[in-house]
T-cell receptor, first 112, second 113 residues
Framework: DAKTTQPTSMDCAEGRAANLPCNHS???????VYWYRQIHSQGPQYIIH???NNETNEMASLIITEDRKSSTLILPHATLRDTAVYYC?????????????FGTGTRLTIIP | NAGVTQTPKFQVLKTGQSMTLQCAQD?????MSWYRQDPGMGLRLIHY???????DQGEVPNGYNVSRSTTEDFPLRLLSAAPSQTSVYFC????????????FGDGTRLSIL
């Protein structure tokens, strides 16, 4: 399974875009990049996922580099409610959710 | 839709007691799983199920049993509680096993004295 590397913590000013990086240099061609977040010990919440192309939904945008070795999650207008731990996870097309590995993620703090 | 519902939200047990953590989902999801999360750590998979009647072990299965008699329910049983099982337990479900986002419950906070 491809491993991911994320910064331990980040701060972002309220109202600004929060850009969370993730390195997955050993990712293979059929592995997806998933992002989840966990707000104050609640259950993790799915945000977005992608394979090659950039993706956008109502919560965030996901930018995957052309070589797919890294990605960035973008929260376009961060609010205080976006303070959470964000997990970047790589998941293969040939195995299931039982292979997902939730590391320690990035603790994002939104500053008023 | 209620999503994934876990009960109880909090529980305190004595060493050696047994109990069942309940998990139910109303989204007709085939895949369900149980995780534990210890302080400052990520989630670790305990057991999972790809459909009614089918279960398998995850990363940390010892001390826990599961069964899946219906699509909706996936209870987790602690056979003889130990202090090392003090943790927050999360149940999750997804439409399928592959390339499907998981939906998580709010967790059960369990303390073993």
């Amino acid at each position: 399974d491809a491993k991911t590397t994320q910064p331990t913590s980040m701060d972002c000013a309220e109202g600004r875009a929060a850009n969370l990086p993730c390195n997955h240099s050993t990712i293979s061609g059929n592995e997806y990049v998933y992002w989840y977040r966990q707000i104050h010990s609640q259950g993790p919440q799915y945000i977005i996922h992608g394979l090659k192309n950039n993706e956008t939904n109502e919560m965030a945008s996901l930018i995957i580099t052309e070589d797919r070795k890294s990605s960035t999650l973008i929260l376009p207008h961060a609010t205080l409610r976006d303070t959470a731990v964000y997990y970047c996870i790589v998941s293969g097309a040939n195995f299931g959710n039982e292979k997902l590995t939730f590391g320690t993620g990035t603790r994002l703090t939104i500053i008023p | 839709n209620a999503g994934v519902t876990q009960t109880p939200k909090f529980q305190v047990l004595k060493t050696g007691q047994s109990m069942t953590l309940q998990c139910a989902q109303d989204m007709n999801h085939e895949y369900m799983s149980w995780y534990r999360q210890d302080p400052g750590m990520g989630l670790r998979l305990i057991h999972y199920s790809v459909g009614a009647g089918i279960t398998d072990q995850g990363e940390v299965p010892n001390g826990y049993n599961v069964s899946r008699s219906t699509t909706e329910d996936f209870p987790l049983r602690l056979l003889s509680a130990a202090p090392s099982q003090t943790s927050v337990y999360f149940c999750a479900s997804s439409f399928g096993r592959r390339n499907q986002p998981q939906h998580f419950g709010d967790g059960t906070r369990l303390s073993i004295l």
